[in-house]
């Protein structure tokens, strides 16, 4: 049978069954956060079914209610039409519900194997426990498609494979209620198009998916039916059919959202970065850049477009300092940098050169800080916050973040809060205004990773602007991004890469995707 005559199939039997999500009333207050008002979400059976919202709409709560990471304060939740109690994640599991969180739950010491079996042992003999359970994996990913090295350890698995695990992991568990989120945040292009091709398969099997994400073409792409929150409440409640990205955007932030290109073409001036023969080689051997030159110049945004793991994530690395290359030269802020001098973040900070980290949990923030620790890390020894022997000045520190908060619409406005109780693009911009805002009087070289990831649709709007404001001010930008739509957003000229070299380079009038994917192929 067709897929489109099977997924109506599914859907018509999904139709004439008792939901398999209804959440009625739902309320939920953490301290004067008001996080959901009186929400009502139903997911029918056998269906593909969105939320999205801003950062902050009060998503990422009601999904965390209904696998049981809190509990609500008033409402009523049933399941396949039976009313359920779920007060802890144990008894969601009970109930066929599964999770797959942005930030994976896995344990990378241990193999694949070992990660489902963890808590879900179904004997107290290991090898026995072992046999049974890979016999039940092996049949599943016959089942599924979803094909696992079991025997590797985690940390030796690409991204999609560890996305494959944890949705394996919930399917091994009985789960029949999936929730993702923001699932392809970290997923290359084709392992986004891989895991749409197993969720519809799971949908044909009658799994009923909730999907949490920022990207509307996704939503489009994949779901049934998709509810929109804003400010704690359900603001739109439709099938996919009687809507548009547009309108979702619009229903996202209450207002219209521009996230194409706008404003008059660059004129770039003098060149503010030089590179040229960059080569990278690893601690195996394996050249991760090579031969790799560019040139950034004073009011242009370049973009750099590229399948991840194609080294660029290693010349970000080198452009900031962070890792010095095996061969190749550098010149900023008239000084020549070669590998055995390297530039370091130290110096490039006194060459006005900024960087906004890809991974900003892992070098962009520390978690466990408050926002003005985070704020303030790479410049608290400047005389402003340092005095006698490094004796910090918080006074100044939380007063600068505030500024900071508020010029760049950091939600909450509160210095004080825990790096970590932040959402993703409330941190994306408070690692961006750390950086920007030390040299927002100057020129300057800014250098950003995936500046959106994991971002709402507000806040990329906002970031845009902020990027280009800074390429109007005179300064050169460059945006590593493996969103294509950004970069044709973005860039005044696109440098492709591919297998660590570059493999092209377009001015952005000459620019497509599938001009931009020939080059990411590697074609030239």
């Known amino acids: 049978m067709p897929e489109q005559a099977v997924a109506t199939a599914v859907q018509t039997t999904g139709a004439s069954r008792p939901p398999a999500v209804l959440m009625q009333g739902i309320e939920k207050r953490f301290g004067a956060v008001h996080a959901n008002r009186a929400v009502q979400l139903r997911v029918d059976s056998g269906t593909v079914h969105g939320i999205v919202g801003e950062n902050g709409a009060g998503k990422s709560t009601l999904m965390s209610i209904l696998y049981g990471f809190y509990e609500a304060d008033a409402g009523e939740i049933s399941i396949e039409g039976v009313p359920a109690k779920i007060r802890g994640s144990r008894e969601a599991i009970a109930l066929g519900i599964g ?19 963890l808590g879900a042992e ?16 092996e049949a599943l990913m016959r089942e599924t498609g979803l094909q696992v090295q079991l025997d590797a350890l985690v940390h030796e698995l690409p991204v999609g494979e560890r996305q494959r695990l944890e949705i394996l992991k919930a399917l091994f568990r009985g ?15 084709q392992e986004t198009e891989q895991l749409f091709v197993t969720l519809r398969g799971l949908r044909q099997r009658g799994t009923t998916i909730l999907l949490i994400t920022h990207k509307l073409k996704e939503i489009m792409a994949l779901c049934d039916a998709v509810t929109v929150m804003r400010a704690g409440q359900v603001v739109l409640d ?26 008059a073409a660059a004129k770039p001036g003098a060149v503010l970065l030089g ?45 900031s300092g962070l890792i010095a290359p095996s061969s190749g030269t550098l010149t900023l802020g008239g000084q020549s940098f ?23 949990h892992r070098r962009a923030m520390v978690l466990p800080f408050g926002a003005w620790e985070s704020a303030v890390l790479g410049h608290q020894q400047q005389p402003r916050y340092s005095r006698w022997f490094g004796w910090m000045r918080q006074r100044a520190m939380r007063e600068d973040t505030a500024l900071m908060m508020e010029r760049y619409d950091v939600r909450p406005r509160n210095p004080a809060l825990r790096s970590s109780k932040f959402s993703g693009g409330n941190q994306q911009k408070l690692v961006l205004a ?3 805002q030390f040299f927002a009087t100057e020129p300057q070289v800014l250098l950003v990773g995936q500046p959106t990831r994991g971002v709402d649709i507000g806040a990329i709007e906002f970031i845009h602007g902020r990027l280009r404001a800074m390429r109007d001010a005179g300064g050169a930008v460059l945006v590593v991004s493996s969103e294509l739509d950004e970069v044709l957003a973005l860039a005044d000229r696109v440098i492709v ?26 074609a030239q």
């Not at 930030?103 to 079996?117: K, R």
């Not at 055995?340 to 991974?359: G, M, S, Y």
């Open 99 to 117: 999770m797959v969180h942005q930030h994976f739950m896995l344990v990378d010491t241990l193999s694949a194997l070992d990660n489902v079996m």
């Open 122 to 137: 179904p004997s107290w003999r290991l090898a026995a426990a072992r046999a049974e359970v890979r016999a039940k994996l």
């Open 175 to 189: 789960a029949r209620i999936l929730i993702l989120d923001e699932p392809t945040a970290v997923l290359t292009p």
């Open 238 to 263: 439709t099938k996919i059919a009687d809507t548009s990205i547009d309108g979702l955007a619009e229903a996202m932030v209450g207002r219209r959202v521009n996230l194409g290109r706008s404003g």
């Open 275 to 319: 590179a040229q023969g960059l080569g990278v080689v690893d601690s195996l051997g394996v050249a991760r850049l090579a031969e790799v030159s560019l040139q950034l110049r004073a009011g242009e945004i370049v973009g750099i477009a590229g399948v991840s793991g194609n080294g660029q994530s290693e010349l970000l690395d080198v452009l």
């Open 338 to 360: 070669t590998p055995q001098r390297w530039l370091n973040p130290r110096t490039a900070r006194a060459l006005r050169l900024a960087h906004v980290p890809e991974d900003r």
């Open 434 to 436: 750390r950086e920007a």
């Open 497 to 522: 890469m591919n297998a660590g070299r570059i493999s092209g380079e377009l001015p952005i009038e000459q620019c497509s995707e599938a001009a931009l994917g020939r080059l990411m192929g590697g």
